[in-house]
T-cell receptor, first 112, second 114 residues
Framework: GAVVSQHPSRVICKSGTSVKIECRSLDFQATTMFWYRQFPKQSLMLMATSNEGSKATYEQGVEKDKFLINHASLTLSTLTVTSAHPEDSSFYIC????????FGSGTRLTVV | AQSVTQLGSHVSVSEGALVLLRCNYSSSVPPYLFWYVQYPNQGLQLLLKYTSAATLVKGINGFEAEFKKSETSFHLTKPSAHMSDAAEYFCAVSPMNRDDKIIFGKGTRLHILP
């Protein structure tokens, strides 16, 4: 079956630093991947659609200069949270479309 | 435009009792519908999906859901709840036949009472 691997599962960083989260499709090629953000006890909010070889499409209200998305290959998309602040602390989940939507296991980001 | 409404942010049932989680959708085009389960600090696991093949969809772990177009509903049920079913459940919609984003409901926390 389709497997999406997300790394790291947890990361703690200092305020002002940048953090990169990787999302890999392990056994299939994904031309499109999706990045979500989930606040505690809330639903998943789509941040952006990552397209292989082109610019990501960001949802309204999401700062593209703060949340950098790179989809350089058919199996890897990365989300970089730049100049992180405590309010960026959240659970980030990626997804790839393959016979439906397969989700990564998520990354818990804590900015201190 | 598409949207999903999950009725009840929290649902509690006794172990062995029927589980019913409600989901209503709105879609301007024929939809795909999904139910996902999320355990704490984990990603989402697909329980089942509706893709127009059959209105009654059977999923993993004994769950099933019925697509009712007239009621724009896709409620999730399980005949007998287990303690391991305690989790967050999300209903989601995406447009059929289009490679488009999936929209989630706000989620329902299922509590299982011993």
């Amino acid at each position: 079956g389709a497997v999406v691997s997300q790394h790291p599962s947890r990361v703690i960083c200092k305020s002002g630093t940048s953090v990169k989260i990787e999302c890999r499709s392990l056994d299939f090629q994904a031309t499109t991947m999706f990045w979500y953000r989930q606040f505690p006890k809330q639903s998943l909010m789509l941040m952006a659609t990552s397209n292989e070889g082109s610019k990501a499409t960001y949802e309204q209200g999401v700062e593209k200069d703060k949340f950098l998305i790179n989809h350089a290959s058919l199996t890897l998309s990365t989300l970089t949270v730049t100049s992180a602040h405590p309010e960026d602390s959240s659970f980030y989940i990626c997804s790839a479309r393959r016979n439906g939507y397969t989700f990564g296991s998520g990354t818990r980001l804590t900015v201190v | 435009a598409q949207s999903v409404t999950q009725l009840g942010s929290h649902v509690s049932v006794s172990e062995g009792a029927l589980v019913l989680l409600r989901c209503n959708y709105s879609s301007s085009v024929p939809p795909y519908l999904f139910w996902y389960v999320q355990y704490p600090n984990q990603g989402l696991q697909l329980l089942l999906k509706y893709t127009s093949a059959a209105t009654l969809v059977k999923g993993i772990n004994g769950f099933e859901a019925e697509f009712k177009k007239s009621e724009t509903s896709f409620h999730l049920t399980k005949p007998s709840a287990h303690m391991s079913d305690a989790a967050e459940y999300f209903c989601a919609v995406s447009p059929m036949n289009r490679d488009d984003k999936i929209i989630f409901g706000k989620g329902t926390r299922l509590h299982i009472l011993p």
